[in-house]
């Protein structure tokens, strides 16, 4: 079997559990085209550039090797005959968060193997992410219909994880070695609304479905193994004020980090309005203060679109603004791109490309010079750290304040005998926009 993962952290959890599905019935997974039978594509189909990028993967998958399976958000748009349009001679498709479905189509035109062998399965399952850290995807799918997303359409409404079930996963992967859980989701602040926070049970102990009582117990269970636990995904509703007194003031022995990514997408309540998102950016202001007020350590990511449909110059220099006001430690920018079935589309006053472009070049300096700011006054300090990756006496690591691959990384330069997925004490020694520089403490 070879595999093609795509898209998002929830869209590789789902790779990850086709891929432990596919070993547990005994298929061995092939690292190339021409070593495999058959080959399953998992698809992005978000923005116009992710669904280029699937449909060419799509496409090279059956020039190289001609039996595709085809799963993913890009197979759930028009019941995949999207995807059959530009590519007829795939064997199946199917949409994302279907393992039984894409097994089924495994089935019917690979046979698994007769005498599995399950005893080869790690416990943990088939990770694509380093061994030190993995995503837990605690729900599918998202009750919100902001006129600028898909998603809804492609992944359904939210559909909550048992918490034991949740929880059971955390526990093997956290004794499988793993010392970071980063929690994914479509809204993770939702957890539970969907079963109205249904009482389930984890250590022969009621525990009800919902985000505080998660992160008590993950907290419990990072610090049982010393790893840490990162949330994304959190929406700024009220009962996330209950999360930040649970996170660790001393990340190096572990536990629910002082770290929140919140997607706040814009500050013109207008447009928040069109994007049919919560329009109270002065709240929102508030609430930020008040974390940090309970956790001076907390670190803030978020996202914002600029170029929404009808955004004019005073509503994005409002929103530079409240990028400025709330010194976001981490903020991502994307200018609006018309994804196909967005409601957002059908908006009057579409913003021209290069318009487009130079808001979201001026946000990111703006940001550019808050972060630097904010790294500048971790000079100085020490600073526990997860490396991530070691090179000769050089070694790439993170802070609590540093999810993997969306965030800045810690240049470590002394860092003979260190490990990757091991941790350290460091001395911050300089910084730039994005990133520490740092030697191993004495």
Not at 13 to 22: F, G, R
Not at 313 to 332: I, N, Q, S, T
Request: proline share 6%; glycine share 8%.
């Amino acid at each position: 079997m070879g595999f093609v993962s795509l898209g998002c952290p929830k869209a590789l959890v789902d790779s990850e559990q086709i891929l432990t599905q596919l070993r547990a019935e005994g298929y061995a997974i092939s690292p190339s085209y021409a070593g495999a039978d058959l080959v399953v594509v998992n698809t992005c189909g978000f923005i116009d550039a992710a669904v280029a990028e699937s449909l060419d993967a799509i496409g090279e998958a059956l020039h190289e090797n001609g039996k595709v399976i085809v799963t993913g958000c890009l197979g759930a748009r028009q019941g995949g005959d999207f995807v059959r349009e530009t590519h007829p001679r795939v064997l199946a498709v199917t949409g994302p968060h279907a393992t039984h479905e894409v097994m089924t189509a495994v089935h019917a035109h690979l046979p698994k193997p007769h005498d599995p062998y399950v005893d080869l399965l790690p416990p943990q399952g088939i990770k694509l992410t380093p061994r030190h850290y993995a995503y837990l995807k605690i729900s599918e799918g998202c009750n919100h219909r902001c006129t600028f997303c898909i998603i809804p359409s492609m992944r359904g409404d939210l559909v909550s994880r048992p918490i034991g079930e949740v929880l059971a996963e955390a526990e093997r992967l956290l004794r499988a070695g793993v010392k970071e859980l980063l929690v994914v989701s479509q809204d993770t602040s939702a957890y539970g609304v969907d079963v109205r926070y249904r009482t389930g049970f984890w250590e022969g102990r009621p525990t009800k479905t919902r985000l505080a009582d998660l992160a008590t117990a993950l907290d419990a269970l990072a610090r049982k193994h010393g790893a840490w636990v990162r949330l994304h995904y959190v929406y700024p509703y009220p009962h996330v004020d209950d999360l930040v007194p649970l996170m660790t003031s001393a990340p190096g022995a572990g536990g629910l980090l002082p770290y929140l990514d919140v997607p706040f997408q814009h500050a013109s309540p207008r447009i928040l309005k069109l994007m049919k998102r919560p329009a109270a950016p002065e709240k929102v202001l508030d609430r930020v203060r008040a974390w940090r007020r309970a956790q001076p350590d907390i670190t803030l990511r978020s996202t914002f679109i600029v170029g929404f449909p009808g955004e004019t110059d005073a509503e994005f220099d409002e929103l530079l603004a409240f990028v400025a006001a709330a010194e976001l430690e981490r903020v991502g920018c994307f200018a609006y791109s018309a994804v196909a079935g967005a409601a957002a589309n059908a908006l009057p006053c579409a913003v021209p490309e290069p318009v487009k472009e130079e808001r979201r070049a001026r946000l990111m300096a703006a940001q550019a010079d808050i972060s630097a700011a904010r790294l500048r006054a971790k000079v100085g300090r020490e600073l526990d750290v997860l490396i991530d990756d070691v090179d000769a006496d050089r070694a790439i690591a993170r802070t609590s304040a540093d999810a993997p691959e969306i965030d800045g990384v810690v240049h470590v330069s002394n860092a003979e005998g260190a490990r990757a997925g091991s941790f350290a004490r460091v001395l911050v020694t300089s910084s730039d926009a994005h990133d520490l520089h740092a030697q191993r403490a004495a």
